[in-house]
């Protein structure tokens, strides 16, 4: 006896069980809703997620780049190992040369010396310990971007006074405010004590904790004094030529740090990447946490879709033992469930992205307040920018959709493969 | 007369348990074309398990079945599977419609699975159909929609659209009031005559019986009479 051999269902087949599968989700709208919001709700969560920790990651990065470390920041490699303590030893050497070398790499605008250093602020009754930085008041704003955010004033040319520039928080706590005098004390290049009157001209009020809390700056000629530094300089902070996308800054600051590198043995070169790199492992392992809650909220919605299509084979023996009879298979038993099981996962994902969309469009335009997202708690820093924005990844949206279209398919094999199982003797003449 | 099928010896043995059931112990049978058989017994006397296997939805423990003359053995279940799609047609005691699909798509399914027509043949054939069995002008109605009489008209329509050379019936009218029963028989058997189609249907309503031109009564597995009307 001859046969066809089409192992594959024609088109029409094809068509017929995609119509019975899809008119059975739809004939059980009720039973089929829930599910699909579960799906919608975690693919819409994981997308916006995934936007405001890729936003945060962008506005730290952007706050290193333009408040505190700038996009290549270099040291001696001694310095560079004993950073946390802000030593006023380890200087940089050859400083004129090794500037101009910077600036005749690619992409470099612009340079600015730094030396940092601890000290304590005081006000006659209480003492807070403060980052102070030594600066160029004239290179200094090519590179950061401070100046933005000052209230009062920025560092003049000719002032006789001695000035500081200081977080808004840090003034707050200490009673603070512009054109009030201040005690700073600190220990001198050669380890003695000092400690001097300071006049308040300026408030930084940036979206970085760090300056806002226990930033401060002043002028390498006031400090001088101060700190008998001897024209000590410990950084050379550089601005690179903007680009549109960071992931391109990020290059080109390694190469510009790697140039360095090779030609001056002895310094240490860091791109912003490097210099951020702790806190992008901590927004990793929090975007992890969040992955196992959107699999979490998945694999509710993946037991639910196979409850779903379990429920429809288990009301449809009869209408399986009667398209057996007329020749259908087992295989294309078990494709007519598997294809509801998609069907609600292309409608869940769907809607998972729609919703992904809208919450990553109201965090691009409209942002966060960080406070929101950390609490008070600053555990990160680095990053509590005052409103955080989304960032667009076309990329998460499409392993979002991905991702729930295979749990739904998975999740509608098991019933799926039930139903292939049945003896049509069995199923035709099923109560 | 043409035989289209003949059973040798047939016997179907099932296992519950430690106990072993012989549903048909040994049928001999043979069947014409043209032929409108019922098959009458006692409830567990064989007569569901005697249609799934000459339905080619089961095979039996023992015994040949020719089609047509060739013998169907050691097939797959793939290929008993196909075979069902080109010749043997079922209509079922509780109808067993498709639910979301309408009359029409109900009547053409049949076709669109054995993928041989073209589109527009497919329509015409069941347009034909459905006149025979009186359904015209309810091609779009759901099966939700139909009364019990109408929806048993639905399924031999479904039954007959490819030309099968069996249609096999179990119980057919057992779901139906005795007036609807007739009247669905009188349409089976209507077919039956103009179209030469064969019909074998199992039943246990005498007045459903006394309407075939041919009754094998089955008991324990065996048969016990069978009887030819000439009309
Ligand atoms: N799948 C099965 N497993 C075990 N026994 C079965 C099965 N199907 C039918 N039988 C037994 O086979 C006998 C014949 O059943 P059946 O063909 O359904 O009779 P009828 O249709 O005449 O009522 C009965 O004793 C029944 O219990
Ligand atoms: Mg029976």
Same mark, same amino acid.
């Given at each position: 006896?001859?046969?066809?051999?089409?192992? +594959?269902?024609?088109?029409?087949?094809?068509?017929?069980?995609?119509?019975?599968?899809?008119?059975?989700?739809?004939?059980?709208?009720?039973?089929?809703?829930?599910?699909?919001?579960?799906?919608?709700?975690?693919?819409?969560?994981?997308?916006?997620?995934?936007?405001?920790?890729?936003?945060?990651?962008?506005?730290? +990065?952007?706050?290193?780049?333009?408040?505190?470390?700038?996009?290549?920041?270099?040291?001696?490699?001694?310095?560079? =190992?004993?950073?946390?303590?802000?030593?006023?030893?380890?200087?940089?050497?050859?400083?004129?040369?090794?500037?101009?070398?910077?600036?005749?790499?690619?992409?470099?605008?612009?340079?600015?010396?730094?030396?940092?250093?601890?000290?304590?602020?005081?006000?006659?009754?209480?003492?807070?310990?403060?980052?102070?930085?030594?600066?160029?008041?004239?290179?200094?704003?090519?590179? /950061?971007?401070?100046? *933005?955010?000052?209230?009062?004033?920025?560092?003049?040319?000719?002032?006789? =006074?001695?000035?500081? %520039?200081?977080?808004?928080?840090?003034?707050?706590?200490?009673?603070?405010?512009?054109?009030?005098?201040?005690?700073?004390?600190?220990?001198?290049?050669?380890?003695?004590?000092?400690?001097?009157?300071?006049?308040?001209?300026?408030?930084? #009020?940036?979206?970085?904790?760090?300056?806002?809390?226990?930033?401060?700056?002043?002028?390498?000629?006031?400090?001088?004094?101060?700190?008998?530094?001897?024209?000590?300089?410990?950084?050379?902070?550089?601005?690179?030529?903007?680009?549109?996308?960071?992931?391109?800054?990020?290059?080109?600051?390694?190469?510009?740090?790697?140039?360095?590198?090779?030609?001056?043995?002895?310094?240490?070169?860091?791109?912003?990447?490097?210099?951020?790199?702790?806190?992008?492992?901590?927004?990793?392992?929090?975007?992890?946490?969040?992955?196992?809650?959107?699999?979490?909220?998945?694999?509710?919605?993946?037991?639910?879709?196979?409850?779903?299509?379990?429920?429809?084979?288990?009301?449809?023996?009869?209408?399986?033992?009667?398209?057996?009879? /007329?020749?259908?298979?087992?295989?294309?038993?078990?494709?007519?469930?598997?294809?509801?099981?998609?069907?609600?996962?292309?409608?869940?994902?769907?809607?998972? %992205?729609?919703?992904?969309?809208?919450?990553?469009?109201? +965090?691009?335009?409209?942002?966060?307040?960080?406070?929101?997202?950390?609490?008070?708690?600053?555990?990160?820093?680095?990053?509590? &920018?005052?409103?955080?924005? &989304?960032?667009?990844?076309?990329?998460?949206?499409?392993?979002?959709?991905? /991702?729930?279209?295979?749990?739904?398919?998975?999740?509608?094999?098991?019933?799926?493969? *039930?139903?292939?199982?049945?003896?049509?003797? #069995?199923?035709?003449?099923?109560? | 007369?043409? *035989?289209?099928?003949?059973?040798? $010896? %047939?016997?179907?043995?099932?296992?519950?348990?430690?106990?072993?059931? $012989?549903?048909?112990?040994?049928?001999?049978?043979?069947?014409?074309?043209?032929?409108?058989?019922?098959?009458?017994?006692?409830?567990?006397?064989? *007569?569901?398990? +005697?249609?799934?296997?000459?339905?080619?939805? #089961?095979?039996?423990?023992?015994?040949?079945?020719?089609?047509?003359?060739?013998?169907?053995?050691?097939?797959?279940? $793939?290929?008993?599977?196909?075979?069902?799609?080109?010749?043997?047609?079922?209509?079922?005691?509780?109808?067993?419609?498709?639910?979301?699909?309408?009359?029409?798509?109900?009547?053409?399914?049949?076709?669109?699975?054995?993928?041989?027509?073209?589109?527009?043949?497919?329509?015409?054939?069941?347009?034909?159909?459905?006149?025979?069995?009186?359904?015209?002008?309810?091609?779009?109605?759901?099966?939700?929609?139909?009364?019990?009489?109408?929806?048993?008209? %639905?399924?031999?329509?479904?039954?007959?659209?490819?030309?099968?050379?069996?249609?096999?019936?179990?119980?057919?009218?057992? $779901?139906?009031?005795?007036?609807?029963?007739?009247?669905?028989?009188?349409?089976?058997?209507?077919?039956?005559?103009?179209?030469?189609?064969?019909?074998?249907?199992?039943?246990?309503?005498?007045?459903?019986?006394?309407? =075939?031109?041919?009754?094998?009564?089955?008991?324990?597995?065996?048969?016990?009479? #069978?009887?030819?009307?000439?009309?």
């Amino acid at each position: 006896m001859r046969r066809g051999s089409n192992n +594959l269902p024609s088109t029409g087949t094809w068509k017929t069980i995609f119509k019975i599968a899809w008119r059975n989700v739809v004939r059980h709208g009720k039973r089929t809703a829930f599910t699909i919001i579960t799906m919608c709700f975690g693919i819409g969560l994981y997308i916006g997620l995934d936007s405001i920790f890729k936003g945060m990651d962008k506005a730290g +990065l952007e706050n290193i780049i333009n408040l505190t470390d700038s996009s290549v920041r270099i040291s001696t490699d001694k310095y560079e =190992a004993e950073r946390n303590s802000l030593p006023l030893d380890y200087g940089l050497s050859k400083i004129p040369e090794l500037e101009k070398y910077i600036m005749s790499n690619d992409g470099v605008e612009a340079i600015t010396l730094r030396t940092r250093f601890l000290g304590q602020l005081s006000n006659g009754m209480d003492s807070i310990p403060v980052t102070g930085i030594a600066i160029d008041p004239v290179t200094d704003p090519k590179v /950061f971007t401070i100046p *933005k955010y000052i209230e009062g004033n920025w560092f003049s040319e000719n002032s006789q =006074a001695n000035e500081i %520039v200081l977080g808004k928080r840090l003034a707050g706590e200490l009673g603070a405010g512009i054109n009030d005098w201040i005690i700073l004390s600190s220990r001198t290049k050669y380890d003695t004590q000092n400690a001097d009157d300071f006049l308040i001209i300026g408030l930084i #009020d940036a979206p970085e904790v760090s300056l806002n809390t226990h930033g401060m700056l002043l002028s390498f000629k006031d400090a001088e004094e101060f700190l008998d530094l001897e024209e000590l300089r410990t950084e050379i902070a550089v601005r690179m030529k903007n680009r549109i996308n960071i992931e391109d800054l990020m290059k080109d600051s390694k190469i510009v740090a790697q140039n360095i590198q090779k030609e001056f043995p002895g310094l240490s070169a860091q791109s912003f990447e490097e210099v951020g790199k702790q806190f992008l492992e901590i927004s990793k392992s929090k975007s992890k946490a969040t992955g196992v809650i959107i699999f979490t909220i998945l694999l509710i919605a993946g037991v639910g879709i196979a409850n779903t299509v379990l429920m429809s084979v288990y009301s449809r023996i009869r209408e399986i033992g009667v398209l057996r009879a /007329f020749g259908l298979q087992r295989k294309d038993i078990s494709k007519l469930f598997l294809v509801e099981g998609a069907i609600i996962g292309v409608i869940g994902s769907l809607a998972g %992205v729609i919703l992904g969309i809208i919450f990553v469009s109201y +965090l691009i335009f409209f942002g966060i307040p960080a406070e929101k997202m950390m609490g008070s708690i600053d555990m990160t820093g680095l990053y509590m &920018g005052k409103i955080i924005y &989304g960032h667009w990844s076309t990329k998460t949206i499409i392993v979002g959709a991905i /991702f729930g279209f295979i749990v739904a398919v998975f999740a509608g094999s098991f019933p799926a493969r *039930k139903a292939a199982k049945m003896e049509v003797t #069995d199923a035709i003449h099923f109560i | 007369m043409e *035989k289209i099928l003949e059973l040798e $010896n %047939v016997v179907k043995t099932y296992t519950k348990g430690d106990e072993k059931i $012989n549903a048909l112990a040994g049928v001999n049978l043979s069947i014409t074309k043209g032929e409108f058989t019922a098959l009458v017994g006692p409830s567990g006397s064989g *007569k569901t398990t +005697l249609l799934n296997i000459i339905g080619c939805l #089961d095979s039996p423990s023992v015994g040949n079945i020719f089609y047509n003359g060739s013998l169907l053995s050691n097939l797959t279940e $793939n290929e008993l599977s196909d075979y069902r799609k080109e010749h043997i047609s079922f209509i079922f005691q509780s109808f067993n419609l498709i639910p979301v699909l309408t009359v029409r798509e109900n009547v053409e399914l049949p076709l669109v699975i054995e993928q041989k027509l073209s589109k527009e043949e497919i329509k015409a054939r069941a347009d034909d159909i459905l006149k025979a069995v009186g359904l015209k002008g309810k091609e779009d109605r759901f099966p939700r929609e139909l009364s019990g009489g109408q929806e048993q008209r %639905v399924a031999i329509a479904r039954a007959l659209v490819k030309e099968p050379f069996i249609i096999l019936a179990d119980e057919p009218t057992a $779901n139906l009031d005795s007036h609807t029963a007739e009247e669905i028989i009188d349409i089976m058997k209507n077919i039956n005559s103009t179209r030469n189609a064969t019909f074998i249907f199992s039943t246990h309503d005498l007045l459903v019986q006394k309407h =075939a031109r041919r009754v094998i009564t089955i008991r324990d597995g065996f048969i016990h009479s #069978d009887a030819k009307k000439e009309e």
